[in-house]
Structure formats: C-alpha cells, structure tokens
C-alpha cells in the first residue's frame, strides 16, 4: 500500500523558511518512471502545482517560485523535503505531497499540512 | 502558462441524474496530460481519470473522461450521494507550470 504524509509547522512568520518533509511508504524514488510533487490549496483558491522531484534526482519548479523553491530527496529515508523561503501571508495554506507515477497522474496524496503565515 | 477554465461553478443534481464537467484548456494539450480528481470536504485530492480517459484504480466505471485539444470532459453516470465534492482538472504539458482548473462543485441534492 503506497501512503505519503506531510509533516512540518503549522505557523510560520513572515520572511521565514517554511520546510516541510514528506514520508513515504510502499514505493521507491529509485524507481523508474516515479516521482514525488508538491502542491498547495490556499483557502478559497485553485490548487497550485509546486514542483516535482523524479528518481534521476532531475527537478521541476513552478516558474513564479522558482527562486523561492527547493525540492530534495532521500531516497534511503524515504522523504522528500520542499523548503519555500521568504514566506508571506499570500503562502498561507494547506500543502500536498503526492506519487507521480509513469501515467503522471499524482495518485495518492498525502493528507496535508496546513500552513498559516502570521 | 496553460490555463484551465472549468465550468459550471457549481452542479447540483439529484441520485440517477448524469453529470457533465467541462474542462477547457487555454491552448491545446495532449490527451495523455489532462487528469481529474476529485476532493471531499476534509480529504485530500483523488486521483480519478488520467490521459483523459483512463480510470484510475478502483475508480468505479460511472466515471469517464473524454475529449482533446482544448475541450475535455468529465461525466458521472448514476449520481450517488457519495459523489458530492469538488472535482478539478490538471494539465500536465511539456512544460511547468502544471495548472489546475478552478474546480467544479458536485451537489447531489
């Protein structure tokens, strides 16, 4: 059974590092094909795609946070980590991770990590 | 950036009914990078339909996904209570940002 879970703060201050770690079970990032993305819910708003890690350890990062994004891997610990630098209120809200798998569907997703910027 | 506008807003049927989602594409996308999932109250995202057409594991066979270029579409044969949710469509193109329509909200009534 693949499962992934969040962790990380539930409040964050402003200009702060915001880092969250997601743990996974049931499958391997040294697999072909896999890859593990984050994505946020900001209340009242769309989802937003974040960035992606693959199992060649290449990355994708949303373009209009790229200078704030950084996403790492451990492929013996299972986790991958997504740190957003210079948080404002506008990043307040519930962050996702999830399996990328050969099909590119994100299936399944962790069950988030609220984040609130105050 | 590819944006997705879906619509309606919000549909509210009743159990048996048939639901249609539309999703369009700002510019035209392979099948096989548009998904949809679906989000109950309180959960996270699932994963329901992916290159358009092809249903998920365990994905009961009332859902379907058709379409291609800039118009897909996402029916639910046979409402269920259990459908209530919202439901979102994804593109993921040859390049990021990898955008998300604004989702449609599925009452049954």
């Known amino acids: 059974q693949v499962t992934l879970k969040e962790s990380g703060p539930a409040l964050v201050k402003p200009a702060q590092t915001l880092t969250l770690t997601c743990t996974f079970s049931g499958f391997s990032l040294s697999t072909p094909g896999v890859g593990v993305s984050w994505m946020r819910h900001p209340p009242g708003k769309a989802l937003e795609w974040l960035a992606h890690i693959r199992w060649d350890d290449a990355k994708v990062y949303t373009p209009s946070l790229r200078s704030r994004l950084t996403i790492s891997k451990d492929t013996y610990r299972s986790e991958v980590v997504l740190t957003l630098a210079l948080m404002t209120p506008e990043d307040t809200a519930t962050y996702y991770c999830a399996r990328m798998g050969p099909n590119k569907g994100l299936d399944p997703w962790g069950q988030g990590n609220p984040v609130t910027v105050s | 950036e590819i944006v997705l506008t879906q619509s309606p807003g919000t549909l509210s049927l009743s159990p048996g009914d048939r639901a249609t989602l539309s999703c369009r594409a700002s510019q035209s996308i392979s099948p096989t990078s548009l998904f949809w999932y679906q989000q109950k109250p309180g959960q996270a995202p699932r994963l329901l339909i992916y290159?358009?057409?092809s249903r998920a594991t365990g994905i009961p066979d009332r859902f379907s996904g058709s379409g291609s270029g800039t118009d897909f579409t996402l029916t639910i044969s046979r409402l269920e209570a259990e459908d209530s949710a919202l439901y979102y469509c994804q593109q993921y193109g040859n390049s990021p940002p990898y955008t998300f329509g604004q989702g449609t909200k599925l009452e049954i009534k």
């Open positions: 290159s358009a057409s």
